[in-house]
């Protein structure tokens, strides 16, 4: 069960688009289209952004897209805004009802 | 709307135990899967456990597996982790939140509690 792999920060300007990697392996993010993406704020519960690797929930901009290729889950965040700036975890399943997270990355508004 | 609010959370001695609660609102409590996740001071989210919506099934991270218990009262609406043997390591907000859209994901979170392991 090791965490995921995420780059720990990305930035960008507003306006612009970012990309968010997270890595695992054939036995989590590799094996299943169940990744989810949180938002988290300083001192705030994270909030779900993106589950099962591409629909959004409710309420959630549609600025905000995800997207898999083999082992690696990806969150898109076009249109770059003030109110982006947080951190943001993967999260996929890993089977036998376990779920693992990732390192978490710092995104920043320039 | 749904809502979770942690409680339980405080200082506690190395090797000690606590328990923590999270009272549910909002939604069929016993509907649902749930989960505790905790978060260190600086950190990153650590996923630790899930129980079913019945209770009938408990699965657990490796790193709490033997030491935490989770447990739910569905006539109470109320989710609970029993946490021993309690390291410094402990030390982290814990968030319980509610299955989401696919039974996969995590919808709906409480505020999370803190948890301090220190003598």
């Known amino acids: 069960q090791s965490a995921l792999t995420q780059p720990a920060s990305v930035s960008g300007s507003p306006g612009q688009s970012i990309t968010i990697s997270c890595t695992g392996t054939?036995?989590?993010?590799?094996?299943?289209?169940?990744v989810s993406w949180y938002q988290q704020h300083p001192g705030k519960a994270p909030k779900l952004m993106i589950y099962e690797g591409s629909k959004r929930p409710s309420g959630v901009s549609n600025r905000f897209s995800g997207s898999k290729s083999g082992n690696t889950a990806s969150l898109t965040i076009s249109g770059l805004q003030a109110e982006d700036e947080g951190d943001y975890y993967c999260c996929s399943y890993a089977g036998s009802n376990t779920y693992v997270f990732g390192t978490g990355t710092k995104v920043t508004v320039l | 709307q749904v809502q979770l609010v942690e409680s339980g959370g405080g200082v506690v001695q190395p090797g000690r135990s606590l328990r923590l609660s999270c009272a549910a609102s909002?939604?069929?409590?016993?509907?649902?899967?749930m989960h505790w996740v905790r978060q260190a001071p600086g950190k990153g989210l650590e996923w630790m456990a899930v129980i079913l919506y019945d209770g009938s099934n408990k699965y657990y991270a490796d790193s709490v597996k033997g030491r935490f218990t989770i447990s739910r009262d569905n006539s109470k609406n109320t989710l609970y982790l029993q946490m021993s043997s309690l390291r410094a390591e402990d030390t982290a907000v814990y968030y319980c939140?509610?299955?989401?859209?696919?039974?996969?994901?995590?919808?709906?979170w409480g505020q999370g509690t803190l948890v301090t392991v220190s003598s």
């Open positions: 909002g939604f069929t409590f016993s509907t649902y899967a």
């Open positions: 054939s036995s989590d993010v590799g094996s299943y289209n169940l």
């Open positions: 939140a509610r299955e989401g859209y696919s039974g996969y994901d995590l919808c709906c």
